[in-house]
């Protein structure tokens, strides 16, 4: 049993978030008691799922539901912390905050944190599957007489076996946005670990390998075999194995966390970019962006982990020196060549922005003329078809040339050093020293150098690529940024706006005084607007092309922010709720060509808007909208029914058809209130009919807008 301190009720579901929010990931936290919201359990999980959604974002984290088998219990609770568990019928809650193979830690409504056994945690989350298979199990071992201990051994095999197919929702797992600060998801991650571990595991092998052959050194100069020396050397050889496989594990760990983190964080920008800054764009400045953004990734990773190493190297190895015959010499040496090797990186660098620009123009330019005018080409003489390309080409070879010499004298420096470091010897040698070992520890370090300067040299030459790389999408890196709404205004609406509404006083969704300018344009799209939307009106809004209603479209469902006026849905202004939330609760179909068939199946097609993967729940009710919507004849002639691949690659839609999979997948959002941008235009007036009878059913409240 988990100790009672242990659980939190359902009822504090909202205390619960905040608090692993402030106690993981030091966020600043809401600091005034949930409780005043108390959440009523017999609410359904759905709207569980969304008001969790809500509370995080305003705790500054967010909430992922997951789920797994009955024999992956153990190993789900060991590392889903930070997160959130759910016992027997989702009235209580376990809050997640360390991971451990044995036991985890769990933090208690009294603010300590307590570990408890991870197989105790397993068998209160595995009671669901007790009470579902359990009397099947014992009927099949009534009858064959074992001990206690072989009856649970039986039994468990049993019910896992019965349960291999069936998959347990868990909870939520809790994480810090993509939005949010990169180094915090780092530290959360443990990244920051594994790059500091990676650092001291190769500086003890360095130092290790170091001293190897400085044992092994003192064994050949004494002249005499010496089995303590020997032994000493093997026993550091031997040790350099596991350090070996340490320093590649946890390379590894820190390159696949960080790359994750950083690909999540481009690609949640992508979605969150606003729509006028993709439209100024060509298809080649989208390409290139593209590309850039995998260099970054790799460049970054790999220059800043060989940097890393070589900076190691480089301290170990300019104690070696300072060992040597000519300490004084050779760091004066290694000073001028740091400074060569940083006044060739900066050039290196300015050349190769310089180039990288050129490339990008020449590929935007290339794949505009292929993709967007192929028309113009045709009608062109042959001999203009080139125009320009062979200058622009030209240059681009001559920037290849320049940036070429700077990267072959940078990697011509640590030779450079090599020649000064034996060149400091020489006088030496000639002259006579008073020690052989002094002197082959000079020579040791001057390799030692050599080397951490060539790891060095390529280093920071894939940093600089990195930067550039880094120039071309930080707009895009920083689009991702999380505003974290305000906890006094979240509050005050989540007390307030429910009793109201219920008396027909507050409206669903109301603007005051809107306006929205597209930039570089003049007159705004949209200029003192106003609408109120009550649950349960359906209205219609007609007006010509061009009138600006697309743009309110985009600014009720948040889209767009507005540039000035309010919004408010439920209670709340659009910058006081997340996105995710305030798009849960605001869906809509835009027109025909901003709306995409995925290359996916059609079910997931439907159920995107919703969730991944999907209950049995959630696909019976995909099959009743879409049968309502006059779907199901194309479900009969598909092979795979719902599980058909759809799109480009897969079975072609009409755009009938296309049409009412948009409808139904803003219906499967089960929003507060739905906009349908010109979406039923392609319907026959049957197919018409028929929708808006499944969509007056379904919608709460409900805004269709047409052209006049």
């Known amino acids: 049993m988990i100790p009672s301190d242990c659980v939190w009720p359902r009822s504090r579901a909202g205390e619960a978030v905040d608090a692993l929010a402030r106690t993981c990931f030091s966020r600043p936290g809401v600091g005034i008691p949930w409780v005043a919201r108390s959440l009523d359990n017999g609410v359904a999980l759905w709207d569980l799922d969304e008001r969790l959604d809500a509370w995080a974002g305003v705790s500054g984290v967010e909430v ?30 376990l809050v997640l905050v360390g991971r451990g193979s044995r036991s985890v ?7 300590e944190v307590v570990r408890v056994a991870v197989a105790r945690i397993a068998s209160a989350l595995g009671e669901r599957v007790e009470r579902r298979f359990g009397r099947e199990a014992d009927a099949v071992l009534e009858h064959f007489g074992l001990d206690d201990e072989g009856y649970a051994e039986a039994r468990s095999a049993i019910l896992r076996e019965l349960s291999r197919s069936e998959r347990i929702r868990l909870g939520w797992l809790v994480r810090l946005p993509p939005g949010s600060s990169l180094w915090a ?16 595991a190769h500086a003890a092998q360095y130092v290790a390998w170091v001293c190897s052959w400085w044992l092994i050194g003192r064994v050949a100069l004494h002249g005499q075999f010496d089995p303590g020396l020997v032994a000493g050397w093997a026993l550091l050889l031997a040790a350099l194995v596991p350090l070996r496989l340490v320093v590649d594990w946890l390379q590894g760990r820190f390159s696949l966390v960080a790359g994750a983190l950083l690909r999540r964080r481009l690609l949640n920008a992508a979605l969150c970019q606003n729509p006028d800054e993709i439209r100024k764009e060509g298809k080649g400045q989208i390409l290139g962006r593209v590309i850039e953004s995998e260099a970054l990734e790799s460049l970054a990773l790999t220059g800043g982990l060989v940097s890393v190493v070589a900076v190691v190297e480089l301290l170990v190895s300019s104690g070696v020196l300072g060992l040597g015959v000519v300490p004084r010499l050779h760091l004066a040496s290694l000073g001028f060549v740091l400074v060569a090797i940083l006044g060739l990186t900066l050039r290196h660098y300015r050349q190769r922005v310089d180039w990288t620009d050129r490339r990008l123009d020449l590929t935007d330019h290339l794949v505009e003329r292929m993709v967007g005018h192929r ?10 078809w080139h125009e320009g390309q062979d200058r622009a080409l030209g240059q681009y070879l001559e920037s290849s040339r320049s940036m070429d010499r700077t990267s072959v004298l940078l990697a011509l420096i640590p030779r450079v050093w090599l020649l000064l470091g034996i060149s400091g010897l020489v006088p030496v040698f000639v002259d006579g020293f008073g020690s052989w070992g002094r002197f082959a520890v000079s020579l040791g370090g001057v390799l030692l150098v050599y080397r951490a300067l060539v790891g060095l040299a390529v280093g920071l030459a894939q940093l600089s690529s990195a930067l550039i790389s880094w120039r071309r999408i930080e707009g895009l890196f920083r689009a991702a940024k999380v505003d974290v709404p305000s906890p006094m205004e979240f509050l005050a609406a989540q007390e307030t706006p429910g009793a109201a509404s219920q008396e027909g006083m507050e409206p669903l969704l109301e603007a005051r005084g809107i306006a929205y300018q597209y930039p570089g344009r003049v007159q705004p799209a949209l200029r003192d607007c106003h609408l109120a939307i009550q649950a349960g009106d359906r209205l219609l809004l007609e007006g ?36 995710r939330t305030w798009r849960r609760q605001a869906a809509s179909t835009p027109q025909f060509h901003d709306n995409h068939v995925l290359a996916e199946t059609f079910l997931f097609n439907l159920l995107m808007g919703r969730r991944w993967p999907p209950e049995s729940g959630d696909i019976e009710e995909a099959r009743q909208v879409c049968h309502e919507l006059g779907l199901g004849p194309l479900l009969e002639r598909m092979p795979g029914g719902l599980s058909q691949m759809v799109g480009e690659m897969g079975w072609r839609l009409s ?12 219906l499967l959002q089960a929003p507060s209130l739905l906009v349908f941008d010109e979406s039923f235009g392609a319907l026959d007036p049957e197919s018409l009919e028929q929708a808006m009878r499944c969509v007056e059913r379904r919608a709460d409240a409900l805004l269709v807008v047409t052209h006049r």
Do not use: N, Y
């Open 64 to 93: 992922e539901a997951f789920e797994g088998s009955f024999e992956e219990l153990g190993r789900a609770v060991s590392g889903a912390a930070p997160a959130i568990l759910a016992l027997g019928d989702w009235q209580e809650l």
């Open 105 to 111: 830690g769990l933090l208690t409504p009294s603010g």
């Open 185 to 200: 998801q780092l530290r959360g991650a443990g990244a920051m670990g594994a790059l500091a571990g990676f650092t001291g």
């Open 375 to 384: 028309t113009l080409i045709a009608q062109q003489p042959p001999f203009r």
């Open 544 to 579: 010509p092309s061009g009138g600006g209603k697309s743009t309110l479209v985009s600014l009720l469902t948040g889209r767009r922010l507005p540039a000035a006026g309010l919004i408010l849905l439920d209670g709340l202004d659009c910058r006081s709720s997340s996105r």
């Open 655 to 666: 755009h009938g058809e296309a049409s009412r999979l948009f409808i139904a997948r803003a």
